[in-house]
């Protein structure tokens, strides 16, 4: 009844299928929706349509909370032991492994991602599936002790229904982040993926049956925000909601929870993290880790290093080398799938406008292009990785994030100067401290108003470290024992022994 | 070239052929003991040599150190890291999934339990108990304290190096894999001595421990005997922590020769004369299944076994009259029959010690209920046995007998079961029978035991701790509390300025 899609990719850096099916997957089987506007599907290394996909509506999602409802009551929650709930994830881990050279091949088409940092990202949602998987059975309360006339002790009980919306930038990984943890603390889920990046979404829903988890545990409506992302924020039955995505759209989120059942949101938004470099930092370091801040993933990352101050003892040498590392990724761009390119192209027609619009805007206002700045080739999305310098803290492009292969650079004198230059601003997901010096390292990196602080690296975030905004980058924290919290609530239980009234 | 065991098994539970190599497993190798000698391994239904097993001595366990301790330094540790650890126990306890059935088989033809009950909480319990640390692995926690903002200050949770684990006969698998899980999980290396009653499903786990791809020298399994390898262990100069499970009296040694070598830690896991209590309320078909349970287990070789069951004197006939029945209808017989539900106690010495205990018992008037005899003229054998009429002095009532023996004990005030329930050195386990809600907490709450269960008994979970108070033992085993067992805690201050 739905379609499947398969295309034949003989390249370089992948040779084989990739097949999906692109219906909705609800209950454990694959249905159309009663929307008949599907999802075109573009690879953005072109421009063009790869193929399209259903796109749900509000009554799939009504369809989608009924299964994850019943399931939840009948085949999964507290009804299945955490070891058991654990082993399903493995199962998934497993499968996810064996499929694992599709499921990149799929980021790379779908997403622009080179077909090397598309492995990396699948073997990071591998990782996350295991990890959680062994939290399943460890989810503790606590006894608590207050009179011996009374046992009295916390339950972290699952939600019930949850739902998942995640962003583009990172499908597969994003995906994992929030299913792992939701499962192994027995909840039931139904994710929407990005309406621009639904396809490795759907390569999953169709290991869910074979991984042996129950019908409804898992369901995947690909849609729109104001098609189904909303009908989730506004649901009286989905307990909680978990979005991932861009602040502006996060505020609606929180917006409708307040309209509809106080739904409990945790948030993941945007970031103009600051990278700060000191006179004493390792400089050759430095310049490798700020260019991986702001150019991996052709910018497109929540935490990105986009506002990097340099010290100006320092300033001259390292943006001589930051241009050279700039231009060595100009170089070696091309198509995801040419086995050698290290940048690619963004991921989508809409954001390529955005970001080109911001390197508009940043020429308008008068800081200097010391590179890029401009398109990369006729074809596709291609932006050249873009270096401002002459940057006043003002300016629109010091400001508003850009999602985009674009860093700011930013002199400084003191350390006291850059901490509150870095702090200004409403966003605090992310931050860099690159010094030899082990004081000033954590003094700054404790001053800093960010959820992540990395000290003389950038990015390498870890499964097991908790991971979240400050201010309006987000609300809750992601990875770790942490997310455990995201998707638990506490029952305290009183027992009485022997109180008499 | 070091000892083999091929076996074939034809049996009506179990049919299949094994062979692997039973040498000392030291630095990934199997080899001989540095004397080549030999131990026998005997077949507890009839007596018989099984096969011969390498002797391990005082020499290899210093050549196990040796190699364990430059494991520890290069490739385990904390130079290997959790999610590697996780990745290597995950697929150990995939193989003994994969081979459940010859380890079942391996741990009935060695110890005597039945091959089902092997099969069914020995081995699963064990594969449970591996599956569940490798998880634990990649989340070992510190914390972070505040103290100043002048000051960064953190602990660590380090593996504390080479650490020595001394395991007893009545469930080889099982205790195998409750030291050895949390041990790899939080980073150490392990030199192991085995029962040398029941070595072969340890020695059968080196073979997996090698497929899975563990580094030489993490896992060292020495078999010998206790005066011998158990002594250097718990008196080994550069082994710093000591985890042993048996017999009280040997637990008190093993404290000894830590305080005269080097203060290294310890965690005992010793024995117990465990009180289950019914009361009036009881749902009275539900406690005697539970009892039966509790005391007939593994042939009564359960360090939490119930052995001693107090019954309230408005329960006592009815509870008496069924339990006795139930007791009655236990099947004494080969291990590998289909029907059996005990097999033979573990060996000659044992056997003699409960059949002793049951002559004492008799000695000092009490009643055989039901039981008190041996069964059949081979092998170690003997009935399910119940003595009624004690006295709280007598032998049988005081000393853990470890075999098939239970006493039961009419009572009828709440205060004086208790207190009856306490008057132990020991303090293991105990259970609560009442379906008063606030009489079994109550008294669950006022019972001096590691473990309390409430309508229920020997029912135990990987994520949940287990251990005695008082002469029962030291430190937690199972759940998270393990990993503590096995951490050295440092704790780091970083100066952020404060200046001299």
């Given at each position: 009844m739905t379609d499947q899609f398969s295309l034949k990719l003989d390249t370089p850096a992948y040779k084989g299928t990739v097949s999906i099916n692109t219906g909705l997957f609800i209950n454990g089987q694959w249905l159309k929706s009663v929307n008949p506007e599907k999802l075109d599907v573009v690879n953005p290394a072109t421009g063009k349509i790869v193929t399209s996909v259903e796109g749900g509506c509000s009554k799939d999602i009504d369809i989608a909370v009924d299964a994850a409802e019943k399931a939840y009551k009948t085949s999964w929650g507290l009804k299945v032991p955490g070891s058991t709930r654990g082993q399903m994830l493995l199962n998934l881990a497993k499968l996810i492994e064996e499929n694992a050279d599709e499921f990149a091949a799929l980021e790379a088409l779908n997403c622009g991602k080179p077909f090397g940092q598309a492995q990396q990202e699948i073997a990071g949602c591998v990782n996350e599936f295991k990890y959680y998987a062994g939290w399943a059975d460890k989810v503790h309360g606590k006894t608590i002790e207050t009179t011996e006339n009374k046992m009295a002790y916390t339950r972290h009980e699952p939600y019930g229904v949850v739902a998942a919306i995640i962003p583009w930038n990172g499908p597969m990984m994003m995906l994992s982040w929030k299913v792992a943890p939701a499962l192994a603390t027995g909840n039931t889920i139904i994710v929407k993926p990005s309406e621009l990046t639904p396809l490795s979404a759907l390569k999953f829903a169709s290991l869910v049956n074979e991984a042996g988890i129950p019908p409804g545990v898992i369901n995947i409506v690909n849609g729109t925000g104001p098609a189904v992302g909303e009908a989730m924020a506004y649901h009286p039955r989905i307990r909680k909601l978990a979005?991932?995505?861009?602040?502006?759209?996060?505020?609606?989120?929180?917006?409708?929870?307040?309209?509809?059942?106080?739904?409990?949101?945790?948030?993941?938004?945007?970031?103009?993290?600051?990278?700060?470099?000191?006179?004493?930092?390792?400089?050759?370091?430095?310049?490798?880790?700020?260019?991986?801040?702001?150019?991996?993933?052709?910018?497109?990352?929540?935490?990105?290093?986009?506002?990097?101050?340099?010290?100006?003892?320092?300033?001259?040498?390292?943006?001589?080398?930051?241009?050279?590392?700039?231009?060595?990724?100009?170089?070696?761009?091309?198509?995801?799938?040419?086995?050698?390119?290290?940048?690619?192209?963004?991921?989508?027609?809409?954001?390529?406008?955005?970001i080109m619009s911001y390197i508009n805007s940043g020429k308008t206002d008068g800081a200097h292009i010391l590179s890029g700045g401009e398109r990369d080739g006729n074809e596709g999305y291609f932006i050249k990785p873009t270096i401002f310098t002459e940057v006043k803290p003002n300016m629109k492009i010091a400001q508003e994030e850009i999602f985009g292969p674009v860093g700011v650079v930013i002199k400084?004198?003191?350390?006291?100067?850059?901490?509150?230059?870095?702090?200004?601003?409403?966003?605090?997901?992310?931050?860099?401290?690159?010094?030899?010096?082990?004081?000033?390292?954590?003094?700054?990196?404790?001053?800093?108003?960010?959820?992540?602080?990395?000290?003389?690296?950038?990015?390498?975030?870890?499964?097991?470290?908790?991971?979240?905004?400050?201010?309006?980058?987000?609300?809750?924290?992601?990875?770790?024992?942490?997310?455990?919290?995201?998707?638990?609530?506490?029952?305290?239980?009183?027992?009485n022994i022997g109180l008499k009234l | 070239m070091s000892t083999h065991f091929t076996h074939e098994f034809d049996t009506p539970a179990y049919k299949g052929k094994v062979s692997f190599p039973t040498g000392l497993f030291i630095d990934g190798k199997f080899v001989d003991g540095s004397d080549k000698t030999t131990i026998d391994v005997i077949n507890p239904t009839n007596g018989k040599v099984i096969t011969k097993i390498a002797e391990a001595t005082a020499k290899d366990v210093d050549i196990a150190v040796e190699a364990a301790q430059r494991a520890f330094d290069t490739t385990w540790g904390l130079n290997a890291s959790g999610a590697t650890?996780?990745?290597?126990?995950?697929?150990?306890?995939?193989?003994?999934?994969?081979?459940?059935?010859?380890?079942?088989?391996?741990?009935?033809?060695?110890?005597?339990?039945?091959?089902?009950?092997?099969?069914?909480?020995?081995?699963?319990?064990?594969?449970?108990?591996?599956?569940?640390?490798?998880g634990w692995a990649d989340k070992i926690h510190g914390q972070v304290m505040e103290t100043d903002d002048k000051k960064l200050t953190y602990s660590r949770h380090e593996p504390i190096g080479v650490v020595g684990q001394?395991?007893?006969?009545?469930?080889?698998?099982?205790?195998?894999?409750?030291?050895?899980?949390?041990?790899?999980a939080t980073g150490n290396t392990v030199v192991l001595k085995p029962s040398e009653f029941t070595p072969l499903t340890a020695i059968y786990m080196c073979s997996l421990i090698q497929e899975a791809g563990f580094p030489p020298g993490v896992v060292n399994i020495v078999t010998g005997y206790g005066h011998t390898v158990g002594n250097a262990i718990s008196s080994h100069m550069k082994i710093e922590k000591v985890a042993f499970t048996g017999s009280t009296l040997v637990g008190r040694k093993i404290m000894e020769n830590a305080a005269k070598s080097n203060l290294k830690n310890v965690t005992l896991e010793l024995g117990g004369k465990s009180p289950n209590i019914i009361f009036n309320d009881a749902d009275l078909e539900q406690a005697v299944n539970w009892s039966l349970h509790g005391i007939f287990w593994n042939h009564g070789q359960a360090c939490c076994a119930g052995s001693r069951i107090f019954v309230q004197s408005g329960i006592y006939d009815k509870f008496l009259a069924k339990f006795t029945e139930k007791t009655k209808g236990l099947k004494v017989g080969d291990p590998f029959a289909t029907d059996s539900y005990q097999g033979p106690q573990v060996s000659q010495q044992q056997y003699d010690r409960i059949m002793s205990y049951i002559d004492s018992g008799k000695e000092e008037g009490a009643t055989v209920h039901v039981g008190g005899e041996r069964v059949g003229n081979e092998g170690y054998f003997i009935q399910p046995t119940i003595f009624t009429n004690t006295e709280p002095h007598m032998k049988i009532v005081q000393e853990e007998i470890f075999g098939p023996v239970g006493v039961v004990i009419k009572f009828e005030d709440e205060d004086d079961v208790v207190h009856q329930a306490n008057d132990t050195m020991y303090g293991l386990a105990s259970a609560v029978f009442s379906q008063d809600i606030n009489k079994a907490l109550t008294v669950a709450h006022r019972l001096r035991a590691g473990t309390a269960w409430v309508n229920c008994a020997n029912t135990l979970n990987a994520s949940v701790p287990f251990g005695g108070y008082k002469q029962s033992g030291i430190g937690r085993e199972l759940g998270e509390y393990a990993l503590h067992n096995y951490t050295s805690v440092k704790a780091v201050h970083v100066n952020l300025g404060i200046k001299m």
């Amino acid at each position: 009844m739905t379609d499947q899609f398969s295309l034949k990719l003989d390249t370089p850096a992948y040779k084989g299928t990739v097949s999906i099916n692109t219906g909705l997957f609800i209950n454990g089987q694959w249905l159309k929706s009663v929307n008949p506007e599907k999802l075109d599907v573009v690879n953005p290394a072109t421009g063009k349509i790869v193929t399209s996909v259903e796109g749900g509506c509000s009554k799939d999602i009504d369809i989608a909370v009924d299964a994850a409802e019943k399931a939840y009551k009948t085949s999964w929650g507290l009804k299945v032991p955490g070891s058991t709930r654990g082993q399903m994830l493995l199962n998934l881990a497993k499968l996810i492994e064996e499929n694992a050279d599709e499921f990149a091949a799929l980021e790379a088409l779908n997403c622009g991602k080179p077909f090397g940092q598309a492995q990396q990202e699948i073997a990071g949602c591998v990782n996350e599936f295991k990890y959680y998987a062994g939290w399943a059975d460890k989810v503790h309360g606590k006894t608590i002790e207050t009179t011996e006339n009374k046992m009295a002790y916390t339950r972290h009980e699952p939600y019930g229904v949850v739902a998942a919306i995640i962003p583009w930038n990172g499908p597969m990984m994003m995906l994992s982040w929030k299913v792992a943890p939701a499962l192994a603390t027995g909840n039931t889920i139904i994710v929407k993926p990005s309406e621009l990046t639904p396809l490795s979404a759907l390569k999953f829903a169709s290991l869910v049956n074979e991984a042996g988890i129950p019908p409804g545990v898992i369901n995947i409506v690909n849609g729109t925000g104001p098609a189904v992302g909303e009908a989730m924020a506004y649901h009286p039955r989905i307990r909680k909601l978990a979005f991932t995505g861009s602040t502006l759209t996060g505020r609606k989120i929180q917006e409708a929870s307040a309209k509809s059942n106080l739904k409990v949101i945790t948030l993941e938004l945007g970031g103009k993290s600051p990278n700060i470099i000191f006179d004493d930092a390792d400089l050759e370091q430095a310049i490798k880790w700020a260019s991986f801040g702001i150019f991996a993933n052709m910018g497109q990352a929540c935490c990105a290093g986009s506002r990097i101050f340099v010290q100006e003892g320092i300033y001259d040498k390292f943006i001589e080398g930051f241009a050279a590392a700039a231009h060595y990724l100009q170089q070696n761009t091309g198509d995801p799938f040419s086995g050698k390119a290290l940048h690619g192209p963004q991921t989508s027609s809409g954001q390529f406008d955005r970001i080109m619009s911001y390197i508009n805007s940043g020429k308008t206002d008068g800081a200097h292009i010391l590179s890029g700045g401009e398109r990369d080739g006729n074809e596709g999305y291609f932006i050249k990785p873009t270096i401002f310098t002459e940057v006043k803290p003002n300016m629109k492009i010091a400001q508003e994030e850009i999602f985009g292969p674009v860093g700011v650079v930013i002199k400084f004198k003191t350390e006291e100067e850059v901490i509150e230059m870095a702090n200004n601003t409403t966003y605090g997901l992310a931050c860099g401290v690159f010094t030899e010096n082990v004081s000033r390292a954590i003094r700054v990196a404790h001053a800093l108003e960010a959820g992540t602080a990395w000290i003389n690296t950038y990015h390498t975030i870890e499964t097991m470290v908790p991971f979240g905004g400050y201010k309006q980058s987000g609300i809750g924290r992601e990875q770790g024992e942490y997310a455990l919290e995201n998707y638990t609530q506490v029952k305290a239980v009183h027992i009485n022994i022997g109180l008499k009234l | 070239m070091s000892t083999h065991f091929t076996h074939e098994f034809d049996t009506p539970a179990y049919k299949g052929k094994v062979s692997f190599p039973t040498g000392l497993f030291i630095d990934g190798k199997f080899v001989d003991g540095s004397d080549k000698t030999t131990i026998d391994v005997i077949n507890p239904t009839n007596g018989k040599v099984i096969t011969k097993i390498a002797e391990a001595t005082a020499k290899d366990v210093d050549i196990a150190v040796e190699a364990a301790q430059r494991a520890f330094d290069t490739t385990w540790g904390l130079n290997a890291s959790g999610a590697t650890r996780s990745r290597l126990m995950t697929k150990l306890w995939e193989f003994m999934e994969r081979d459940q059935k010859i380890l079942a088989a391996l741990e009935a033809l060695d110890n005597g339990k039945t091959f089902q009950w092997a099969l069914d909480v020995d081995i699963a319990f064990s594969t449970d108990t591996i599956r569940y640390y490798s998880g634990w692995a990649d989340k070992i926690h510190g914390q972070v304290m505040e103290t100043d903002d002048k000051k960064l200050t953190y602990s660590r949770h380090e593996p504390i190096g080479v650490v020595g684990q001394i395991i007893p006969w009545n469930f080889p698998l099982l205790m195998w894999t409750w030291k050895i899980g949390p041990a790899l999980a939080t980073g150490n290396t392990v030199v192991l001595k085995p029962s040398e009653f029941t070595p072969l499903t340890a020695i059968y786990m080196c073979s997996l421990i090698q497929e899975a791809g563990f580094p030489p020298g993490v896992v060292n399994i020495v078999t010998g005997y206790g005066h011998t390898v158990g002594n250097a262990i718990s008196s080994h100069m550069k082994i710093e922590k000591v985890a042993f499970t048996g017999s009280t009296l040997v637990g008190r040694k093993i404290m000894e020769n830590a305080a005269k070598s080097n203060l290294k830690n310890v965690t005992l896991e010793l024995g117990g004369k465990s009180p289950n209590i019914i009361f009036n309320d009881a749902d009275l078909e539900q406690a005697v299944n539970w009892s039966l349970h509790g005391i007939f287990w593994n042939h009564g070789q359960a360090c939490c076994a119930g052995s001693r069951i107090f019954v309230q004197s408005g329960i006592y006939d009815k509870f008496l009259a069924k339990f006795t029945e139930k007791t009655k209808g236990l099947k004494v017989g080969d291990p590998f029959a289909t029907d059996s539900y005990q097999g033979p106690q573990v060996s000659q010495q044992q056997y003699d010690r409960i059949m002793s205990y049951i002559d004492s018992g008799k000695e000092e008037g009490a009643t055989v209920h039901v039981g008190g005899e041996r069964v059949g003229n081979e092998g170690y054998f003997i009935q399910p046995t119940i003595f009624t009429n004690t006295e709280p002095h007598m032998k049988i009532v005081q000393e853990e007998i470890f075999g098939p023996v239970g006493v039961v004990i009419k009572f009828e005030d709440e205060d004086d079961v208790v207190h009856q329930a306490n008057d132990t050195m020991y303090g293991l386990a105990s259970a609560v029978f009442s379906q008063d809600i606030n009489k079994a907490l109550t008294v669950a709450h006022r019972l001096r035991a590691g473990t309390a269960w409430v309508n229920c008994a020997n029912t135990l979970n990987a994520s949940v701790p287990f251990g005695g108070y008082k002469q029962s033992g030291i430190g937690r085993e199972l759940g998270e509390y393990a990993l503590h067992n096995y951490t050295s805690v440092k704790a780091v201050h970083v100066n952020l300025g404060i200046k001299m």
